[in-house]
């Protein structure tokens, strides 16, 4: 059984930094890319970004380049995101999600972890 | 980017009726997109990939079909657990972007 769960959630002032995680199971996971996608409260689903398998190749949405960056750690089945220069309209909670198909990163999300809440707030 | 609009917003049905969410993608997608059902407090469920293929696990009732720049979702005999909010999304290699979603009511 496919399993995802994200950590490292919590309560941040702006200008703050915050790592997430999402530890894997259940699937070979360095065969799949694995994304962050995030949903402010009251508001819709918003992808943040994209790793391949192998970690070699990252993809961003453009109001967090620069400010996020996602890793992850084959040897440990583990997914991050490292946050940086948080602002009050990064409050959201970030789901992990995996990668429908191990060929390629052009596929949707067919697993979803049950997310983890970041608020940055003073 | 390539953005998508969902219509309507919202949506209001009773059990047994038959709903048709619409996105329109700002350029042509060929056929990938995919559509989600969130329930409230849940995750993001995975319906449809490839515009029209049927999620394994996912009832008959839902069902997609479009390509280009025009998508439907449609569920033909709703059930109480339907409704939630419904996502249609598109994915490349680089970008997996999101429409703004659809809220079906009771």
């Known amino acids: 059984e496919v399993q995802l769960l994200e950590s490292g959630g919590g309560l941040v002032q702006p200008g703050g930094s915050l790592r997430l995680s999402c530890g894997a199971s259940?699937?070979?996971?360095?065969?799949?890319?694995m994304s962050w996608v995030r949903q402010a409260p009251g508001k819709g689903l918003e992808w943040v970004s994209t790793?391949?398998?192998?970690?070699?190749?990252?993809y961003y949405e453009d109001s967090v380049k620069g400010q996020f960056t996602i890793s992850r750690d084959n040897s440990k089945n583990t997914l991050y995101l490292q946050m940086n220069s948080l602002r009050a309209d990064d409050t959201a909670i970030y789901y992990c999600?995996?990668?429908?198909?191990?060929?390629?990163?052009?596929?949707?999300?067919?697993?979803w972890g049950q997310g983890t809440l970041v608020t940055v707030s003073s | 980017a390539i953005q998508l609009t969902q219509s309507p917003s919202s949506l209001s049905a009773s059990v047994g009726d038959t709903v048709t969410i619409t996105c329109r993608a700002s350029?042509?997608?060929?056929?990938?997109l995919a559509w989600y059902q969130q329930i409230p407090g849940k995750a993001p469920k995975l319906l449809i990939y490839?515009?029209?293929s049927l999620e394994s696990g996912v009832p008959s009732r839902f069902s997609g079909s479009g390509s280009g720049t025009d998508f439907t979702l449609t569920i033909s005999s709703l059930q109480p657990e339907d409704f939630a909010t419904y996502y249609c999304?598109?994915?490349?290699?680089?970008?997996?972007?999101f429409g703004q979603g659809t809220k079906l009511e009771i």
């Open positions: 999600a995996k990668i429908y198909s191990a060929l390629t990163t052009a596929n949707p999300h067919d697993y």
């Open positions: 259940g699937f070979s996971f360095s065969r799949y890319a």
């Open positions: 790793i391949s398998g192998s970690g070699g190749r990252t």
């Open positions: 350029q042509g997608i060929s056929s990938a």
């Open positions: 490839e515009a029209s």
């Open positions: 999304q598109h994915f490349n290699s680089y970008s997996h972007s």
